[in-house]
C-alpha cells in the first residue's frame, strides 16, 4: 500500500512537471507568435503602394527626421509657386493665394495685404499680365531647429508686347506642424520676406 502510493506520488510530481513544461512551452510560442506578428505588421506599415497612371509603384515610410530637407524644399516649391505663378483671372488668383496662406504665417498675409492695396493684382489683370517662377536652388539649415531657408529664383512676367526678367531673392523660418490636407508637408513658413526682387533684362515679344 505505502509502495503504491509514494508511486501515486511521484507519478504526480511528474504529471505536475510536464504540466509546467507544457504550459511554459505554449507561453513561450504564444509570445513568439506575437512578436513575430507585430514586426510582420510594423514591416507591412512601411510598405505602402502607390498606383500613378495605371502603375503600381511601391513606397516606404521614413522617420520625419530623415526626409526632412526633402520635404522642406517641396513645401516651398509648392508655396513659391501658388504666389509666383499667376494668370490674369481673379478667381484663380484668389483660390491660389488662399492656398498660399495655409502653407505660411502672418509676414505671408502681410505681404499680400501691401499687394492688395497698391492694387497690384487688379493692374495685372487689367493688363493681361502673367507671370511665373523660375526656381534656381532652395537652401535650408537642417542644423537649426527655426529651419531659416534662402530660395533663389528667376520671376517672368509676360506682358502683351514683352517679357520681364527679374531676379527673385526671399527667406525666412520654417516651423513643423501638423500635416493636413491644405499643407500637407506640415511646416509653416515664418518671418517671410523678399530679400531681393531686381530686374534682369527685358525682351520684346
Known amino acids: 500500500m505505502l509502495r503504491q502510493l509514494k508511486e501515486l506520488d511521484t507519478a504526480f510530481l511528474h504529471l505536475k512537471f510536464w504540466t509546467l513544461i507544457l504550459i511554459s512551452v505554449s507561453v513561450l510560442g504564444a509570445s513568439l507568435m506575437t512578436w513575430i506578428s507585430w514586426e510582420a505588421v510594423h514591416q507591412a506599415r512601411q510598405e505602402v503602394y502607390l498606383i500613378s497612371q495605371d502603375q503600381v509603384l511601391k513606397a516606404f515610410a521614413n522617420p520625419r527626421e530623415a526626409v526632412i530637407r526633402v520635404e522642406a524644399e517641396g513645401h516651398l516649391r509648392q508655396f513659391h509657386r501658388l504666389l509666383f505663378n499667376l494668370s490674369p483671372d481673379e478667381r484663380l488668383i484668389e483660390k491660389q493665394l488662399e492656398e498660399a496662406l495655409y502653407l505660411g504665417d502672418k509676414s505671408v498675409q502681410f505681404h499680400l495685404d501691401n499687394l ?7 493692374r495685372m489683370m487689367a493688363a493681361n499680365v502673367s507671370q511665373r517662377i523660375l526656381l ?3 537652401v535650408v539649415d537642417e542644423s537649426r531647429a527655426d529651419y531659416p531657408f534662402r530660395v533663389f529664383a528667376k520671376q517672368e512676367i509676360v506682358r502683351s508686347s ?4 527679374r531676379s527673385l531673392i526671399t527667406g525666412g523660418n520654417l516651423r513643423l506642424i501638423q500635416r493636413s490636407p491644405a499643407n500637407p508637408h506640415g511646416f509653416l513658413i515664418e518671418n517671410w520676406e523678399i530679400l531681393e526682387n531686381k530686374d534682369l533684362k527685358q525682351l520684346a515679344r
Request: glycine share 8%; proline share 0%; net charge neutral.
Open 116 to 122: 492688395r492695396e497698391e492694387g497690384y493684382f487688379k
Open 136 to 138: 534656381d536652388s532652395i
Open 162 to 165: 514683352t517679357k520681364l526678367i
